[in-house]
Every structure is written in structure tokens, then in C-alpha cells.
T-cell receptor
Framework: QKEVEQNSGPLSVPEGAIASLNCTYS??????FFWYRQYSGKSPELIMS????GDKEDGRFTAQLNKASQYVSLLIRDSQPSDSATYLC??????????FGQGTELSVKP | DGGITQSPKYLFRKEGQNVTLSCEQN?????MYWYRQDPGQGLRLIYY???????QKGDIAEGYSVSREKKESFPLTVTSAQKNPTAFYLC?????????????FGPGTRLTVT
């Protein structure tokens, strides 16, 4: 069983809509959760981190964490074509390591 | 500007040759990491280092070697023993190795071995 799971997509949403990206993890003791955005051919860029249950908002991005359900999500409001990318969910492992999901490809259609 | 640099951006090698990928950071970060990414895949950890002169194997260390002689530098050598070396290699660094520390990535090196 994979430790961090994401739907590979592609997830297609119209411009201006809310994109919802989901991630589940298997280790109940995980405490730190990160979302990275990766444009095609580029390296991952950190966009959100969340450590406590609930919502964390940063501009058009909202991260949601539910530790009881072992679930973390990323909402992108007012999606733009420039948001089209692969979004990687990462969860802390031992010794400072991060465990990555395989990523969800998002396509925002004009 | 502070950041992580990787060179070269693209690298081509013949099978059987060792090749060294450079990673330098001027963020004063303690921890550094090497990942490999294959098309359509997530990131897989090759090696990581929490402190100078010390490093640990990640999930796919076979066929790779590293050194950490300076805090700023963490070069990765892809040896001829690596069965499928063609991939996108990413270096990352983190201020520390506690649970809340985020990792930041360099621009990556795309290695093609033929």
C-alpha cells in the first residue's frame, strides 16, 4: 500500500471554478503536510504547508487537514489557466524525510 | 540571491560512464536531499544529509553515491551500476530535519544515458 495517495488525474476545471485536490496518507503519526506545484519540465515549488487540523488560507489557496480521516486537500479558488500544473502532496517521514504522492495533474480550461 | 543551484540543466552520457551532478545552496540550510523523478511519477529519495560529513541512504540508493564535505554542497554521482539512470534529478534543502521543516528544490538536472 502506498504511503501517500493522490488521484493522478487529469483533473479538468473551467476557468474561475474551484479546483479540489485530494491526498490520503497511511501513517497516523504524520504531523506535517505540504503541497507543491510542479509545472511541466520544472522543479516542484512549495505553495502550502499545514500542521494542524482545519483550514489554512493563503490567497486563492486553502489547505484542509483532517488527521482523524488521514486526509489533506488543496482548494484553488478562481482557478486560472496559469494554475495548470501537477500538484504534489508530501507528508513528513522519519529523519526529516518527505514522502511524496505521485501527483495530480490539473488542467484549467479558458 | 539565495537559492539552490544545480548544474548542468541537461546532461548526456554514454552507458558505462559515471557522472556527477552538482548541487549548491547558499541558504545556510543544514539538510540536503537528492530525489529522482521519472515521467508521470512522484519523487523518490536517493540520499539525504542532515549534517556535514554524514549522509544516509534513501529508498533507491543503489547505483548512486554522494558526499557532503561542505554545508553548501551535496554532489550526486550516478555510477555505471545504476541500471536505469535516465531521469530528472532534483536536489532539495531544508533548514533542519524537524517535523515542521519545509524542503525547497533546485531547478533540477535532466540526465539522459544512451
Amino acid at each position: 500500500q502506498k504511503e501517500v495517495e493522490q488521484n493522478s488525474g487529469p483533473l479538468s476545471v473551467p476557468e474561475g471554478a474551484i479546483a479540489s485536490l485530494n491526498c490520503t496518507y497511511s501513517d497516523r503519526v504524520s504531523q506535517s503536510f505540504f503541497w507543491y506545484r510542479q509545472y511541466s519540465g520544472k522543479s516542484p515549488e512549495l505553495i502550502m504547508s499545514i500542521y494542524s487540523n482545519g483550514d489554512k488560507e493563503d490567497g486563492r489557496f486553502t489547505a484542509q487537514l483532517n488527521k482523524a480521516s488521514q486526509y489533506v486537500s488543496l482548494l484553488i479558488r478562481d482557478s486560472q489557466p496559469s494554475d495548470s500544473a501537477t500538484y504534489l502532496c508530501a507528508v513528513n517521514g522519519q529523519g526529516g524525510k518527505l514522502i511524496f504522492g505521485q501527483g495530480t495533474e490539473l488542467s484549467v480550461k479558458p | 540571491d539565495g537559492g539552490i543551484t544545480q548544474s548542468p540543466k541537461y546532461l548526456f552520457r554514454k552507458e558505462g560512464q559515471n557522472v556527477t551532478l552538482s548541487c549548491e545552496q547558499n541558504l545556510n540550510h543544514d539538510a540536503m536531499y537528492w530525489y529522482r523523478q521519472d515521467p508521470g511519477q512522484g519523487l523518490r529519495l536517493i540520499y539525504y544529509s542532515q549534517i556535514v560529513n554524514d549522509f544516509q541512504k534513501g529508498d533507491i540508493a543503489e547505483g548512486y553515491s554522494v558526499s557532503r564535505e561542505k554545508k553548501e554542497s551535496f554532489p550526486l554521482t550516478v555510477t555505471s551500476a545504476q541500471k536505469n539512470p535516465t531521469a530528472f534529478y532534483l536536489c532539495a534543502s531544508s533548514p533542519g530535519t524537524g517535523l515542521s521543516y519545509e524542503q525547497y528544490f533546485g531547478p533540477g538536472t535532466r540526465l539522459t544515458v544512451t
